[in-house]
């Protein structure tokens, strides 16, 4: 079977509704254009297929990614990943991350580079409504035989404000690489070889080092480190989700150059119904000094298949499902709209006065919007929601009181 | 069979379908109550209806009761625990009628039933009814039952309604003080001293209609209910 072949294949089998498939089980396809700089060693315009494969669980996720570009006439498989995330219960607001990935980038069949990613975090929360965290690890490049373990510390904080989400953080990079003769920490003599290998880890585009007679490279090692400093925004209106992101790295010439100095993109995934969403996007991402990736402009198109639950945000926001937001629309002929955002549940239901106490299930819309459409009358009602068969409970922002049976009620006024 | 011929075949099959299509559409909005009652053991279904009917007799909202009784079973109460829990609904609603009389709206009398069962002094209701005479007491009696669900003190959170509405407090300040209370729960501060800080930011809305109240506030040892 072809490259060819076998990516169409996926892409196929992707965009299908599987009914045996797992209802945790989420499925994204992106096409789209690369630009690179030129002198990066790479093709500077590619058409890129990224199908991405992702199971979660309340406790683990995995996700498998591909990405394949079409160069030339031709098909070529560019980079897999695969990903395990384990999540530990939360305890007093604290809860813990682990993480581990294994990757593969192949620019041809003789280029190309392997790593394996751990990484651990500790998360507070805030009531719900912010959270700090911070985490540390190791990437282990391998047959890259010049860039050591690639130690990763990093800290950020969150808040959430209305239907958004704003995040920052602070990454800290520290590795050993060989040097070279632009080494600006002092190092001289030191080269690196010209040959292949070496122009995918040198941190530099390849093609830019200066190439000399080879040498060990442990006996000529620099430490390398850098900075990225990034910030975010997440924002639901409806059916329409946005994200942005933009970043500024820290560091000296060599690990951050001057076109991975800044970045920025955003993606807008728009939900056309509960389990399909179009995605589209576009931005620009920095380079990776320690793999060799040169920065890279982007611009993708794609449409995500979401099977219950749809995959959690990118910052673990919550550990403790909660419904964050209540509000009520008049759907007209005596009829409201009930909406709820509850991320990272499979199930939401409500009751009260107005269904006689029987519950019922709001349909999800997008990622953690929850809606109904029920006929309730003017007056006082009484109200209560849960999550995935938990506890009954008032929504928030309506006054409560106690119901007789060891909880408490919602009550609302319908005008 | 004598006299079965396809076109009284036919006929009976108009007459059926429609029938049998209304009727899964038109069942459940009766059958409903009875349905989920018969969840109940017949001992706890059997002192429900008691209940209801005395109710009735009493003039009270039987379906306030019927309410209590399916929320009871919805959220998986045992049978002895939901009748417990109607019958004091009843005693309060009694007890709310009788302080409130029966110039009043059904939405009123069960939120002061709410209430009392959260263990604000009848009296207090009774302040409420006076010093809004002629405007609904529903806002002030729900933020009432907010307030002590929150955990302030019973006699603490009445004392503090029955004077805002002495001061012209309208249902948006109440709406208001519910919402600043909640505010500074979360951020840390005691349920009284937040109650205390906001009730103190009410400016007032001058004499026109404020008046000292007929009932009085009872003094806090004369209030069995209250929870210290």
Same mark, same amino acid.
């Given at each position: 079977?072809?490259?060819?072949?076998?990516? &169409?294949?996926?892409?196929?089998?992707?965009?299908?509704?599987?009914?045996?498939?797992?209802?945790?089980?989420?499925?994204?396809? +992106?096409?789209?254009?690369?630009?690179?700089?030129?002198? =990066?060693?790479?093709? %500077?315009?590619?058409?890129?297929?990224?199908?991405?494969?992702?199971?979660?669980?309340?406790?683990?996720?995995?996700?498998?990614?591909?990405? &394949?570009?079409?160069?030339?006439?031709?098909?070529?498989?560019?980079?897999?990943? &695969?990903?395990?995330?384990?999540?530990?219960?939360?305890?007093? $607001?604290?809860?813990?991350?682990?993480?581990?990935?294994?990757?593969?980038?192949?620019?041809?069949?003789?280029?190309?580079?392997?790593?394996?990613?751990?990484?651990?975090?500790?998360?507070?929360?805030?009531?719900?409504?912010?959270?700090?965290?911070? $985490?540390?690890?190791?990437?282990?490049?391998?047959?890259?035989?010049?860039?050591?373990?690639?130690?990763?510390? =990093? $800290?950020?904080?969150?808040?959430?404000?209305?239907?958004?989400?704003?995040?920052?953080?602070?990454?800290?990079?520290?590795?050993?690489?060989?040097?070279?003769?632009?080494?600006? =920490?002092?190092?001289?003599?030191?080269?690196?070889?010209?040959?292949?290998?070496?122009?995918?880890?040198?941190?530099?585009?390849?093609?830019?080092?200066?190439? @000399?007679?080879?040498?060990?490279?442990?006996?000529?090692?620099?430490?390398?480190?850098?900075?990225?400093?990034? $910030?975010?925004? +997440?924002?639901?209106?409806?059916?329409?989700?946005?994200?942005?992101?933009?970043?500024?790295?820290?560091?000296?010439?060599?690990?951050?150059?001057?076109?991975?100095?800044?970045?920025?993109?955003?993606? &807008?995934?728009?939900?056309?119904? =509960?389990?399909?969403?179009?995605?589209?996007?576009?931005?620009? %991402?920095?380079?990776?000094? @320690?793999?060799?990736?040169?920065?890279?402009?982007?611009?993708?198109?794609?449409?995500?298949?979401?099977?219950?639950?749809?995959?959690?945000?990118?910052?673990?926001?919550?550990?403790?499902?909660?419904?964050?937001?209540?509000?009520?629309?008049?759907?007209?002929?005596?009829?409201?709209?009930?909406?709820?955002?509850?991320?990272?549940?499979?199930?939401?239901?409500?009751?009260?006065?107005?269904?006689?106490?029987?519950?019922?299930?709001?349909?999800?819309?997008?990622?953690?919007?929850?809606?109904?459409?029920?006929?309730?009358?003017?007056?006082?009602?009484?109200?209560?929601?849960?999550?995935?068969?938990?506890?009954?409970?008032?929504?928030?922002?309506?006054?409560?009181?106690?119901?007789?049976?060891?909880?408490?009620?919602?009550?609302?006024?319908?005008? | 069979?004598?006299?079965?011929? #396809?076109?009284?075949?036919?006929?009976?099959?108009?007459?059926?379908?429609?029938?049998?299509?209304?009727? !899964?559409?038109?069942?459940?909005? *009766?059958?409903?109550?009875?349905?989920?009652?018969?969840?109940?053991?017949?001992?706890?279904?059997?002192?429900?209806?008691?209940?209801?009917?005395?109710?009735?007799?009493?003039?009270?909202?039987?379906?306030?009761?019927?309410?209590?009784?399916?929320?009871?079973?919805?959220?998986?109460?045992?049978?002895?625990?939901?009748?417990?829990?109607?019958?004091?609904?009843?005693?309060?609603?009694?007890?709310?009628?009788?302080?409130?009389?029966?110039?009043?709206?059904?939405? *009123?009398?069960?939120?002061?039933?709410?209430?009392?069962?959260?263990?604000?002094?009848?009296?207090?209701?009774?302040?409420?009814?006076?010093?809004?005479?002629?405007?609904?007491?529903?806002?002030?009696?729900?933020?009432?039952?907010?307030?002590?669900?929150?955990?302030?003190?019973?006699?603490?959170?009445?004392?503090?309604?029955?004077?805002?509405?002495?001061?012209?407090?309208?249902?948006?300040?109440?709406?208001?003080?519910?919402?600043?209370?909640?505010?500074?729960?979360?951020?840390?501060?005691?349920?009284?001293?937040?109650?205390?800080?906001?009730?103190?930011?009410? #400016?007032?809305?001058?004499?026109?209609?404020?008046?000292?109240?007929?009932?009085?506030?009872? !003094?806090?040892?004369?209030?069995?209910?209250?929870?210290?």
């Amino acid at each position: 079977m072809t490259e060819t072949k076998a990516v &169409a294949l996926v892409a196929m089998a992707l965009l299908v509704p599987a009914q045996a498939a797992s209802a945790q089980l989420a499925s994204r396809l +992106e096409a789209g254009a690369l630009v690179s700089g030129s002198g =990066s060693g790479l093709s %500077e315009n590619a058409f890129a297929v990224r199908p991405s494969l992702r199971f979660d669980a309340p406790r683990y996720t995995l996700v498998a990614t591909g990405s &394949a570009w079409h160069l030339g006439n031709d098909w070529q498989l560019a980079d897999g990943t &695969a990903s395990l995330a384990l999540s530990s219960p939360s305890a007093y $607001g604290l809860h813990a991350e682990l993480e581990a990935n294994a990757s593969r980038i192949a620019y041809d069949a003789g280029l190309a580079s392997d790593q394996l990613d751990a990484r651990a975090s500790v998360h507070m929360l805030f009531d719900q409504k912010a959270g700090i965290w911070l $985490g540390g690890g190791i990437d282990r490049p391998v047959q890259v035989s010049i860039v050591s373990a690639v130690e990763v510390t =990093s $800290g950020g904080a969150w808040t959430r404000i209305g239907e958004a989400t704003l995040a920052g953080s602070v990454t800290n990079f520290a590795f050993s690489k060989a040097g070279t003769l632009q080494d600006s =920490s002092g190092v001289s003599g030191c080269a690196v070889s010209s040959s292949t290998p070496a122009q995918i880890g040198s941190g530099a585009p390849p093609g830019t080092s200066k190439a @000399a007679p080879a040498q060990s490279g442990s006996d000529c090692q620099r430490q390398s480190r850098f900075s990225d400093i990034e $910030g975010s925004l +997440e924002w639901s209106i409806g059916p329409l989700e946005v994200h942005a992101q933009g970043g500024y790295r820290v560091g000296d010439v060599l690990n951050a150059m001057d076109d991975s100095r800044r970045w920025g993109g955003a993606t &807008a995934t728009y939900w056309v119904s =509960s389990q399909f969403a179009a995605v589209f996007g576009g931005g620009r %991402e920095p380079g990776n000094p @320690a793999r060799g990736l040169p920065a890279r402009s982007f611009a993708n198109l794609g449409v995500m298949l979401a099977y219950v639950p749809i995959p959690r945000r990118a910052i673990a926001v919550t550990s403790t499902a909660a419904v964050t937001v209540f509000q009520v629309e008049n759907a007209g002929y005596g009829h409201r709209t009930l909406i709820l955002r509850a991320g990272g549940v499979e199930r939401v239901e409500v009751m009260g006065t107005f269904t006689d106490w029987e519950p019922r299930m709001l349909t999800r819309i997008g990622r953690d919007r929850w809606e109904i459409t029920l006929p309730i009358d003017v007056g006082v009602h009484q109200i209560n929601v849960r999550l995935d068969n938990g506890k009954w409970r008032p929504p928030p922002g309506l006054p409560a009181m106690r119901d007789g049976f060891n909880g408490d009620v919602g009550i609302w006024v319908v005008e | 069979m004598t006299g079965w011929t #396809p076109r009284r075949a036919h006929f009976w099959r108009l007459l059926l379908v429609p029938l049998l299509l209304v009727s !899964p559409v038109t069942a459940p909005a *009766e059958a409903q109550q009875p349905s989920l009652l018969s969840r109940l053991d017949a001992s706890s279904r059997y002192q429900i209806e008691v209940l209801m009917d005395s109710a009735a007799r009493l003039g009270l909202p039987p379906e306030a009761l019927m309410s209590k009784t399916l929320e009871g079973i919805s959220k998986g109460a045992p049978g002895s625990r939901i009748v417990q829990v109607v019958r004091r609904h009843f005693a309060s609603l009694r007890e709310a009628r009788a302080a409130l009389g029966v110039d009043i709206t059904l939405d *009123e009398l069960s939120a002061a039933a709410g209430a009392l069962q959260a263990g604000v002094p009848r009296t207090s209701l009774a302040a409420l009814h006076t010093n809004r005479k002629g405007s609904s007491i529903l806002m002030p009696l729900v933020v009432l039952s907010d307030l002590v669900s929150r955990g302030v003190p019973p006699d603490d959170a009445s004392s503090a309604i029955v004077s805002l509405t002495q001061r012209g407090a309208l249902d948006s300040d109440f709406a208001g003080l519910r919402r600043g209370v909640e505010t500074d729960i979360l951020s840390g501060a005691s349920p009284v001293t937040a109650l205390d800080r906001r009730t103190r930011e009410f #400016p007032g809305r001058g004499a026109p209609g404020a008046r000292i109240p007929v009932v009085p506030t009872p !003094p806090r040892q004369e209030t069995p209910s209250s929870t210290q």
